[in-house]
């Protein structure tokens, strides 16, 4: 499981991320930039996520995958 909650930095952690995320199983991002959701979304389908949105107080992608 990978969780990012890095204040707005989001999208240039999964940026950087790309070797880790082709062995990540599941994957929790808090988005604190609304104008990255979309941006973020794209890299975890690309990435072959399942992708669930939450919404509460904040926004939450969780994206998860077969081994």
Do not use: C, P, Y
Request: charged share 30%; glycine share 4%; no cysteine.
């Amino acid at each position: 499981v990978l969780k990012i909650d890095i204040e707005g930095e989001e999208l240039n952690a999964l940026l950087g991320a790309k070797d880790t995320l082709k062995s990540t199983r599941k994957i929790i991002v808090e988005i604190h930039n609304d104008d990255d959701f979309q941006k973020i979304r794209q890299i975890l389908l690309f990435h072959k996520f399942n992708i669930e949105i939450i919404k509460v107080n904040m926004t939450f992608l969780i994206g998860t995958r077969d081994a």
